[in-house]
């Protein structure tokens, strides 16, 4: 078993910052691969970036490449997204996931979720 927890979520005006991060305890971090997903009110949970279990690599969903940023610390047991350039569509519940699988951005391919965290972006 694996918990995860998020944090860091919260308001902010287009333009801000956020920084969440990702706190998992249970069975070794640094075996499963990370992902971050968002899912806003009447929509699918969408994947949003990931990371490799060595922190090696990572991926994003096109419209966040160039103002998110995944990060792993495996001494910590905490994957981090900073979010720069905040937008309104960004608005959503952030989760956590990890896969005992490479990254995938496939939703039913993570073994593992956190309880999400609200980010709301205001115009």
């Known amino acids: 078993q694996v918990q995860l927890v998020e944090s860091g979520g919260g308001l902010v005006q287009a333009g801000g910052s956020l920084r969440l991060s990702c706190a998992a305890s249970?069975?070794?971090?640094?075996?499963?691969?990370m992902g971050w997903f968002r899912q806003a009110p009447g929509k699918e949970r969408e994947f949003v970036a990931g990371?490799?279990?060595?922190?090696?690599?990572?991926y994003y969903e096109d419209s966040v490449q160039g103002r998110f940023t995944i990060s792993r610390d495996n001494a910590r047991n905490t994957v981090y997204l900073q979010m720069n350039s905040l937008k309104p569509e960004d608005t959503a519940v952030y989760y956590c996931?990890?896969?005992?699988?490479?990254?995938?951005?496939?939703?039913?391919?993570?073994?593992?979720w956190g309880q999400g965290t609200q980010v709301t972006v205001s115009s």
């Open positions: 996931a990890a896969t005992r699988q490479l990254v995938t951005t496939t939703t039913n391919e993570y073994d593992y």
């Open positions: 249970g069975r070794t971090f640094s075996g499963y691969g």
């Open positions: 990371i490799t279990r060595s922190g090696e690599s990572t």
